[in-house]
């Protein structure tokens, strides 16, 4: 393992440099600060639109600390191209694109996923990033599109070319029977589950394609996939809900390094243990390594995105330390602004 997987391959922390957090300080200080708290590389998120002026400021202190860069994106969303592309909005149950603080892309939308690849080509063709990481490259939402689920009107995607791929592969259109609870509740629904590779050969070959795009631009970047756990809350369940198979991913994919995103419904408890992640070791290590023996897998926490569950360091120090004892080669955290450094 060369030095700079090594790095990629420690404890590591997200940060979003459109955050004013980070606007009173130079980038050489704020990563000189993070040094501090011994992480070895940052996934640097890019959503908002940063010039890749500013990219490279950021890279070049980080490294010039030692420490490896990520680029982290969310694939199917991009602020600027839902304006200006509305036709490769997804479509929700309820007619909508949008879902908490994010729009939602389709990668069937003819020209999204060139879209995507091209500026994925622009960004690590011009800054030197270690690694591309898709983060949460899936379909909406979680609890799928029943009746007794209070989110199902985002369920997505049934834009016009979800549907017509889909009827021109099966001879039916999804909107048959996502509206019909009679189908949907059968376990036995040779057509819903039909839809469900579906969503999943979608994200899978659309993530496909942007890892090929970075590499193309920078031949030896590495690659990092992120699947979003549901073993404390229904096994299986991101499957069918968000098209998450991973399984599939890492078969398809082979990412260098496999990222295990902690379940909403474990990181908003105030009160959550780091010992939490010792049920994650159990359901994805053994399960991932069987498919890919060297891979480096991380485990994930968010630190703060509420107040009420903001994470201290030593909390940290001990999700860090149960997630190695349970498997995982290191941590991942999610962000540094919104975390408790000082105890």
Same mark, same amino acid.
């Given at each position: 393992?060369?030095?700079?997987?090594?790095? %990629?391959?420690?404890?590591?922390?997200?940060?979003?440099?459109?955050?004013?957090?980070?606007?009173?300080?130079?980038?050489?200080?704020?990563?000189?600060?993070?040094?501090? @708290?011994?992480?070895?590389?940052?996934?640097?998120?890019?959503?908002?639109?940063?010039?890749?002026?500013?990219?490279?400021?950021?890279?070049?202190?980080?490294?010039?600390?030692?420490?490896?860069?990520? %680029?982290?994106?969310?694939?199917?969303?991009?602020?600027?191209?839902?304006? *200006?592309?509305?036709?490769?909005?997804?479509?929700?149950?309820?007619?909508?694109?949008?879902?908490?603080?994010?729009?939602? %892309?389709?990668?069937?939308?003819?020209? @999204?996923?060139?879209?995507?690849?091209?500026?994925?080509?622009?960004?690590?063709?011009?800054?030197?990033?270690?690694?591309?990481?898709?983060?949460?490259?899936? @379909?909406?939402?979680?609890?799928?599109?029943?009746?007794?689920?209070?989110?199902?009107?985002?369920?997505?995607?049934?834009?016009?070319?979800?549907?017509?791929?889909?009827?021109? *592969?099966?001879?039916?259109?999804?909107?048959?029977?996502?509206?019909?609870?009679?189908?949907?509740?059968?376990?036995?629904?040779?057509?819903?589950?039909?839809?469900?590779?579906?969503?999943?050969?979608?994200?899978?070959?659309?993530?496909?394609?942007?890892? /090929?795009?970075?590499?193309?631009?920078?031949?030896?970047?590495?690659?990092?996939?992120?699947? %979003?756990?549901?073993?404390?809350?229904?096994?299986?369940?991101?499957?069918?809900?968000?098209?998450?198979?991973?399984?599939?991913?890492?078969?398809?994919?082979?990412?260098?390094?496999?990222?295990?995103?902690?379940?909403?419904?474990?990181?908003?408890?105030?009160?959550?243990?780091?010992?939490?992640?010792?049920?994650?070791?159990?359901?994805?290590?053994?399960?991932?390594?069987?498919?890919?023996?060297?891979?480096?897998?991380?485990?994930?926490?968010?630190?703060?995105?509420? *107040?009420?569950?903001?994470?201290?360091?030593?909390?940290?120090?001990?999700?860090?330390? /149960?997630?190695?004892?349970?498997?995982?080669?290191?941590?991942?955290?999610?962000?540094?602004?919104?975390?408790? @450094?000082?105890?």
């Amino acid at each position: 393992m060369n030095e700079t997987m090594q790095r %990629l391959s420690g404890n590591s922390i997200a940060i979003d440099p459109a955050f004013q957090f980070y606007k009173a300080k130079s980038w050489d200080w704020w990563a000189e600060e993070i040094r501090k @708290f011994n992480f070895s590389a940052v996934h640097i998120i890019i959503v908002a639109p940063i010039s890749i002026a500013e990219q490279k400021k950021i890279v070049q202190a980080f490294h010039g600390c030692g420490i490896a860069c990520a %680029l982290r994106i969310y694939p199917t969303t991009d602020f600027e191209a839902y304006e *200006k592309h509305p036709e490769w909005r997804q479509k929700s149950l309820d007619g909508s694109s949008r879902h908490d603080w994010r729009v939602y %892309l389709c990668p069937n939308a003819p020209g @999204f996923t060139e879209h995507v690849c091209s500026r994925v080509m622009e960004m690590v063709g011009s800054v030197p990033y270690d690694a591309i990481e898709l983060a949460e490259p899936w @379909f909406e939402v979680w609890g799928g599109p029943y009746e007794n689920n209070p989110n199902r009107g985002k369920y997505a995607c049934v834009c016009d070319n979800c549907s017509h791929l889909f009827k021109e *592969k099966t001879g039916i259109s999804p909107q048959d029977f996502l509206f019909n609870p009679q189908i949907l509740k059968s376990s036995n629904s040779q057509i819903y589950k039909a839809w469900q590779d579906f969503r999943v050969e979608t994200i899978i070959r659309f993530s496909a394609r942007i890892y /090929e795009a970075a590499q193309k631009a920078r031949p030896g970047i590495k690659t990092i996939h992120m699947h %979003l756990s549901d073993c404390t809350v229904e096994p299986e369940g991101s499957r069918e809900y968000q098209a998450q198979d991973i399984d599939a991913a890492l078969k398809t994919l082979k990412p260098d390094i496999l990222i295990i995103e902690d379940a909403w419904q474990d990181w908003t408890k105030p009160d959550l243990k780091p010992e939490f992640v010792k049920a994650y070791a159990k359901a994805y290590v053994k399960r991932s390594r069987a498919i890919i023996p060297d891979l480096i897998i991380k485990a994930h926490a968010d630190i703060g995105s509420r *107040k009420e569950m903001r994470r201290t360091y030593s909390w940290m120090r001990r999700f860090t330390a /149960e997630a190695r004892a349970g498997g995982f080669n290191s941590a991942c955290y999610y962000e540094f602004s919104i975390g408790d @450094f000082t105890k």
